[in-house]
């Protein structure tokens, strides 16, 4: 059964193409520093926002027409299944991630959830064996059932953290059947809504008791996948515990858990905790810790996680200047973490946003990588700190300074010069790289 009958193949027609249905800029055979677009950009669609979500919000019902929607439990997880690796081969995205409880729906209790899941895991199975789509990475909700309504590894009561591991449990093996390339740890309840009622320093030291667990049961079954944790402040908690890469890189050296996991970086969660998406992949780059991404972007008019498909020129090309910077994302990539708007409901729209997304990193792709050739910020950058390449600069560096030689120094220097940063200027560089496509 064909669930996108009136859609073939998605094709790249150029840059002058009229056709809302062709890539324009996404040519995934296109060689860009010595590797296919393919290659470099590693596309994965996201189950939950394509096939599950319903286009409900807090002030309505779900509006989304989907082919599959007639069906119910395990016949629609099935359906599901059969309409994924369609919209998969169709657009030509070669990974695809998922939740547990994305592909197959829970029972009465673990022992029915895991059969129902089992069945769907071995569908899933039968379609990889005969499609090049992978599995890019899976993980565990643990945030929709009210048995998380104080957390899942923080959990206040002993019985949800048991319950947690379980399903985690269940995820590595899923991930070593299905060769996930890797495993997200996504705490979507691991924090707080008040201080008055938690206890901070168990729920983290049990948080990394937790994943101290994951990593051993990993190497017990013989799963190599990488593992990342994904950083997420705001919502739903007041408070979350992995609220920005820089404190997520603070949690995992203080529990000794940094050689065992990677970042995956999204960018609305990145604006929601006040920062650019370019600043927290940096942040990881420059600590060896960037792993993988989830692409999309936030409405700054919203003070919510609004998903929408990455289309921001900018923010695709710094993200892809880091990612270049960081020599590609191994065995990550760019995830569409991405739903269509609620207003745009056929299921055609599925591959229009994909295609919008798709384009928009193909575009940030070309453009990071001839800034890179061209040595543009480099050049700039080298020479700002140039006053740290000799005399009391260079004692700074190579440690040889002390406060005695600095006052002395400092004495002796009776005119500080400074030299402009340039800023405006190079924001019209990159204006002229972005519009010589």
């Known amino acids: 059964m064909s669930y996108f009958e009136n859609i073939s193949k998605i094709q790249f027609e150029g840059a002058q193409s009229k056709n809302p249905f062709a890539f324009k800029h996404y040519n ?7 590797k296919s677009m393919e290659e470099q950009l590693r596309f994965s669609i ?73 069945v769907i895991v071995s569908m899933i199975q039968d379609y990889m064996k005969t499609s090049n789509v992978k599995l890019l990475w899976n993980t565990a909700n643990m945030f929709t059932n009210p048995r998380f309504v104080h957390g899942a590894a923080t959990s206040s009561n002993a019985d949800v953290f048991a319950y947690a591991a379980a399903q985690v449990k269940k995820g590595l093996e899923t ?31 049990n948080l990394a008791r937790f994943l101290h667990l994951a990593v051993d049961y990993a190497k017990e079954i ?3 996948g990488q593992f990342l944790i994904e950083p997420k402040p705001k919502e739903p908690t007041t408070h979350q515990y992995d609220t920005d890469a820089a404190t997520t890189l603070s949690f995992l050296r203080q529990y000794g858990l940094d050689d065992h996991f990677k970042l995956n970086l999204e960018a609305n969660h990145a604006t929601l905790a006040g920062h650019t998406f370019e600043h927290e992949l940096r942040t990881a780059r420059i600590n060896g810790m960037l792993g993988s991404v989830d692409a999309n972007q936030g409405d700054p008019l919203l003070g919510w996680d609004t998903d929408e498909f990455p289309t921001d020129l900018y923010s695709t090309t710094l993200a892809m200047y880091e990612i270049l910077q960081n020599g590609g994302l191994g065995k990550g990539g760019l995830n569409f973490d991405a739903k269509v708007r609620r207003a745009s409901f056929e299921a055609d729209d599925l591959f229009l946003s994909h295609i919008a997304g798709m384009d928009a990193f193909a575009i940030g792709l070309k453009t990071a990588h001839r800034l890179i050739e061209d040595r543009v910020f480099e050049e700039m950058i080298s020479e700002r700190y140039s006053s740290y390449t000799k005399g009391i ?6 440690g040889r300074a002390n406060f005695h030689s600095l006052e002395k120094h400092a004495l002796e220097n009776s005119q500080i010069q400074n030299r402009s940063g340039r800023q405006e200027n190079l924001k019209a560089v990159l204006n002229q790289y972005l519009l010589n496509q």
């Open 28 to 34: 995934p055979e296109e060689v860009i520093g010595g």
């Open 222 to 224: 013989g799963y190599d």
């Open 393 to 398: 600069g260079l004692d700074i560096v190579e």
């Open 175 to 205: 991930a070593k059947l299905l060769g996930a390339e890797n495993y997200v740890f996504w705490g979507g309840r691991e924090g707080y809504d008040t201080l008055l009622n938690t206890d901070l320093k168990l729920e983290l030291d």
């Open 46 to 118: 996201a189950y939950w926002h394509t096939f599950t979500a319903d286009g409900s919000d807090p002030f309505g019902a779900g509006t989304m027409q989907r082919p599959w929607n007639s069906y119910s439990h395990m016949d629609l997880a099935k359906a599901r299944v059969e309409a994924s690796f369609e919209l998969y081969e169709k657009l030509g995205a070669p990974y695809f991630a998922f939740h547990d409880r994305d592909i197959a729906p829970e029972g009465s209790n673990l022992k029915e959830t895991n059969e129902n899941l089992d």
